[in-house]
């Protein structure tokens, strides 16, 4: 393969095309986009038990399928990547639409997502509806090419942070590893120490933070994580504790 995979499957896939198996177990979906992205695109209008058995790829990067004659492990390093509407309707954070939803049918729609499935994703964005002005002005911020060289420089930080520890980017560190490369200062162990608890956050979603946080340091090409970075890594996922 010369390019990273791009999988966006149907939401109406089945889960054993989406993780793997059959009577002759195959590679599903996960595993296609091994090394590259798995795009869901509507997210809730994918069946929920396919949805259910995402959790442990994500987590071991990997699937295990049991068999009679054998067990098969195909891998499943993937970057997820998920959209979904705020409603069925899809205006309920729309100023200039009325959304029609009922709360309980806003309710069930956001319910399609399990609260563990949700803690296994690191970064949550709200996009506001564009208005006609926005589509014809000419877009501000970085382009592409200034942001890749950024993004070039944090992998080459990380690729001799952990050169020789078998692991090459930040999102595979574990707890033994975050506490000698995510080392927090006294003000940012008082942060986390307080959104740890308004938040209710789990270890994984604690862990998470911290991760995010070392990236967005290596972004920002900074060896310590300060609380700027913090706190941008806490407001990612404080949009999910918002609906």
Sequence with gaps: MCERPFRSPHHTISKTALVGGGRIPKPGEVSLAHLGVLFLDELPEFQKSALEVLRQPIEDQEVCIARVN???TFPASFTLITSMNPCACGYLTDPSHECI?????IKNYQGKISGPLMDRLDIFVEVPPTT???LQCKPKGDSSRIIKKRVDA????????YDGLDIYY???????LMEIFCVLGHPEQKLMETVYAKMNLSARGYHRILKLSRTIADLDNSENINVSHLSEAIQYRGMLKSH
Aim: net charge positive; aromatic share 4%.
């Design 70 to 72: 054998a067990s098969l």
């Design 154 to 161: 944090a992998r080459e930080i990380q690729n001799k942070r």
């Design 132 to 134: 006609y002005d926005e």
């Design 101 to 105: 939803c009922t709360p309980q049918q």
């Design 170 to 176: 930040n999102a595979q560190l574990t707890p033994k």
